[in-house]
């Protein structure tokens, strides 16, 4: 799990293995009823949301909005979105593969729907910067040069 302020600049996700350790699982995240999240998440595997996030989340596997959770930002879910009968969305870019919305829930946002497909954000080429030339040496200025005299020495 990350939890940032910003998103990473590529987005590979890891597979995600079906079956993952001794409990047959693959990765679970659960936001409880009592649970806040301000800013984004991203998981690798599912994520179940009961709280309250204010914010960006993503997820490798399933999303689910359930009991009283509630969802105020853009969602990504590479597998299916849910959102369940008590569960409210609102706001934000969803993108899902498969998207469920429950009799009695709330939802308010615009959905692509669709394989996700991994977003690569490539840098831009650095610029290509000319090597200037070597400078020419300066000439030495003379008092002569800006119309003054030189002092006459004194002979001994």
């Given at each position: 799990?990350?939890?940032?302020?910003?998103?990473?600049?590529?987005?590979?996700?890891?597979q995600?293995?079906?079956e993952?350790?001794?409990?047959g699982?693959?990765?679970?995240?659960?936001?409880?009823?009592?649970?806040?999240?301000?800013?984004?998440?991203?998981?690798?595997?599912?994520?179940?949301?009961?709280?309250t996030?204010?914010?960006?989340?993503?997820?490798?596997g399933?999303?689910?909005?359930?009991?009283?959770?509630?969802?105020?930002?853009?969602?990504?879910?590479?597998?299916?979105?849910?959102?369940?009968?008590?569960?409210?969305?609102?706001?934000?870019?969803?993108?899902?593969?498969?998207?469920?919305?429950?009799?009695?829930?709330?939802?308010?946002?615009?959905?692509?729907?669709?394989?996700?497909?991994?977003?690569?954000?490539?840098?831009?080429?650095?610029?290509?910067?000319?090597?200037?030339?070597?400078a020419?040496?300066?000439?030495?200025?003379?008092?002569?040069?800006?119309?003054?005299?030189?002092?006459?020495?004194?002979?001994?």
């Amino acid at each position: 799990m990350t939890l940032s302020t910003r998103r990473p600049v590529s987005r590979v996700p890891t597979q995600v293995p079906a079956e993952n350790g001794a409990n047959g699982r693959r990765n679970s995240v659960v936001l409880g009823p009592k649970d806040r999240l301000v800013g984004q998440l991203y998981i690798e595997g599912d994520l179940q949301v009961s709280g309250t996030v204010e914010g960006t989340l993503e997820a490798t596997g399933d999303i689910e909005i359930a009991g009283a959770g509630k969802v105020n930002g853009a969602v990504t879910a590479y597998n299916r979105l849910v959102v369940g009968s008590d569960a409210s969305l609102i706001g934000g870019e969803v993108r899902v593969a498969r998207l469920t919305v429950e009799d009695g829930a709330t939802f308010t946002g615009r959905v692509s729907m669709g394989a996700h497909k991994a977003e690569v954000v490539s840098e831009p080429a650095p610029e290509v910067v000319a090597t200037p030339e070597p400078a020419a040496q300066p000439e030495p200025v003379t008092p002569q040069d800006w119309g003054l005299s030189t002092p006459k020495r004194k002979k001994k």
